[in-house]
């Protein structure tokens, strides 16, 4: 079959380091057929770095163009509702980068919107492919480390500065630290364990020279009550470490322990693309430890991180949907539950209570 044709709309950090490196690491399924790019300027040009590519100023265009299959969606939050119903009624598959949208409200009626048009819609959740998850994905399903008693998950840095000017950090909806990273984390705890039955949250501005603006860090609980599981979510901005505790896992068998983000990002950030080597691949010195039960006493390895998926996988799997070949790698119902518990988290901080799950 033809590759498929894709437009993406944006051109910013997303655009340029998540998607177009996928997109054309894979040229038997997709093609970069153009780029919405506003304003372009001398050093920040579109069509000048992908020549042979449409280049459009507005989205509409995009949607009238009968040849573009997919539209990929790298906007802030605030215009993806209009964006997704636009191109999905306009006859267009849809990926959108996370959060989703800013309420579950507009995220159910995507859902209904996407199934009333026919076309795929997809949220662009690639931290279900970082190497260190999916080496924790098999030790829970493996059984190595018995019952989850306690699972923590962290994306925390040093950065205790007033940030600089960015629309992330404009108090708007769907913005924050909840938003931008926590959902990434509370994205993976619901892979794993679905949705759980209470939450309590604790969203708040940690830099103490920030005085407005969105939150900058949180800390959420998810209880998981017919697990007798607690899951711990944070992401912080005021951590000065060396290095960054990722994971901490303890079960019933084992546990365990990873530090460091996953490669991917810094790797794309500096120019590795897929298919290149060492892509995807951390260094020893970043794999985590697993700790088992032995004749009754813990004994503790170095356990090496899986070979990376990398996030070339979302696009594989994508491709593979978009021919009638299974299901979009997370679907538009998980990204809404995914917004239910990072409301809930919100509403549970404001109010200084745990709330259920309904």
Known sequence: MAPINVAVIGYGLS?????IPLILALPDDFKLYGIVQRSPKPDDDAQKDHPG?????????VYSDPDVDLVVITSIPSTHFQMCSDALNSGKHVLVEKPFVPTAAEADKLCQIQHQSGKLLSVYQNRRWDADFLTLRELVSSD??????????????????????????????????IYELGTHLIDQVYHLFGMPQRVTGFVYLQRHGVKSGSHDACTVLLHYDD?????????????????????WVKGTKGGFKKFHL??????????????????????????????????????RATHRTAAPATYV??????????????????????????????????????????????
């Open 227 to 247: 697990r007798r599981m607690i899951a711990t979510v944070k992401a912080g901005v005021v951590s000065p470490e060396v290095e960054q505790l990722r994971f």
């Open 15 to 19: 655009a340029k380091v998540f998607h």
């Open 53 to 61: 590519t449409k280049a459009w100023r507005s989205v509409e265009e």
């Open 262 to 299: 996953d490669v991917q990002e810094d790797q794309l950030k500096d120019g590795l693309r897929p298919g290149e080597e060492g892509f995807g691949e951390e260094p020893e010195s970043h794999h985590g430890t697993l700790t088992v039960i032995e004749d009754g006493k813990p004994s």
């Open 144 to 177: 190595r480390l018995g019952d989850i008693a306690e699972f923590e998950t962290h994306f925390d840095r040093h950065r205790p500065d007033a940030p600089a000017d960015s629309w992330k950090v404009v108090d708007e909806p769907g913005h924050g630290a």
């Open 313 to 358: 996988k979302y696009y594989r799997v994508f491709a593979k949907a978009l021919r009638g070949e299974g299901e979009v790698p997370t679907t538009p119902g998980d990204a809404r539950d995914v917004l239910r518990i990072i409301e809930l988290a919100i509403q549970s901080s404001k109010e200084g209570r745990t709330l259920s799950v309904v």
